[in-house]
């Protein structure tokens, strides 16, 4: 426990000795969502395999490297890929970049994230807000002894998902003419994709979309203090619901086609996030 801090200190610091700039929103992009890092200016690119004791994703289209660079005049640390317990990686592990983030000053995270549909009224590309999860991943990055040097035991998630930031970001969606759904997002471990009576269970317990992510880094977030904002891209209806099998092909390709309205909704949300953390 007490090393996951240090590490942390130890990461957080060799991020922030590669630029000038001190981000106080940390960003994730999931799946095929990867792009926006590209369009930053005044950008530091490192690979996670040149931040210690930074995890590494093997998941096909995750680029793997922080990016800490100005969305317009905010700056960001903007992680391109994540890892994911499917890939062998503990709960801790997954977690440790909120950690890192924690560490280097951030204060607010976006995190975006792939996921299958399962609400009806939902289709492929579809956006959706993440208004509360439901955590089937049978772990927690919080097991084991407390460190109250990242926050207190038990930490409340009645409001995991600020309700202010799901505000801000309806309203500039509204603005762009962006459709923006709102959902409860079901986190399993994968990394096989459910099987119909999975998601048939899943709608009947309150899920809206289903994925195999954020979760964990929401629980690690939140016990550092650091409030969030998530947001999914529907990248395919959930098993079942459509009379064809699903393909992790299929998840990048639709990345790929929201991205121009995703990026831009990422964009006009960031100067309100900012505004709110006085940064
Ligand atoms: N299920 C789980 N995770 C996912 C899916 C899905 O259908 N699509 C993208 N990530």
Do not use: W
């Amino acid at each position: 426990m007490d090393e996951q801090f240090t590490l942390a200190e130890t990461a957080a610091r060799s991020v922030l000795e590669r630029t000038p700039l001190r981000p106080r929103i940390g960003l994730v992009l999931g799946s095929g969502l990867g792009g926006f890092a590209d369009s930053l200016d005044d950008a530091a690119r490192i690979p996670y395999a040149e931040i210690p004791a930074f995890p590494r994703s093997t998941a096909i289209g995750h680029a793997g490297q922080m990016v800490v660079g100005n969305a317009g005049a905010v700056p960001v640390a903007v992680m391109q890929g994540r890892v994911h317990l499917y890939e062998g990686y503990t709960a801790q592990e997954v977690a440790f970049p909120m950690r890192v983030f924690s560490r280097m000053g951030i204060r607010s995270v976006i995190l975006t994230n792939a996921a299958g549909g399962i609400n009806l009224s939902y289709s492929q590309g579809a956006l959706v807000l993440i208004r509360d999860h439901i955590n089937l991943q049978g772990q927690n990055p919080l097991t084991g002894a407390n460190d109250d040097r990242f926050g207190m035991c038990f930490p409340d998630m009645t409001q995991a998902y600020a309700r202010a930031y799901r505000e801000m970001a309806r309203e500039e969606a509204n603005k762009l003419g962006t459709m923006l759904h709102e959902g409860i997002y079901a986190g399993l471990l994968g990394p096989s994709y459910e099987t119909p009576a999975e998601i048939e269970y899943l709608r009947r317990i309150g899920a809206d979309l289903v994925g195999m992510s954020t979760v964990c880094e929401v629980i690690a977030a939140r016990h550092t203090g650091i409030k969030v904002l998530a947001i999914s891209c529907v990248t395919n209806m959930a098993a079942g619901i459509l009379d064809q099998p699903l393909s992790h092909a299929e998840v990048m390709e639709t990345g790929e086609r929201v991205k121009t309205t995703f990026e831009a909704l990422l964009r006009a949300v960031l100067p309100r996030v900012a505004q709110d953390i006085g940064s």
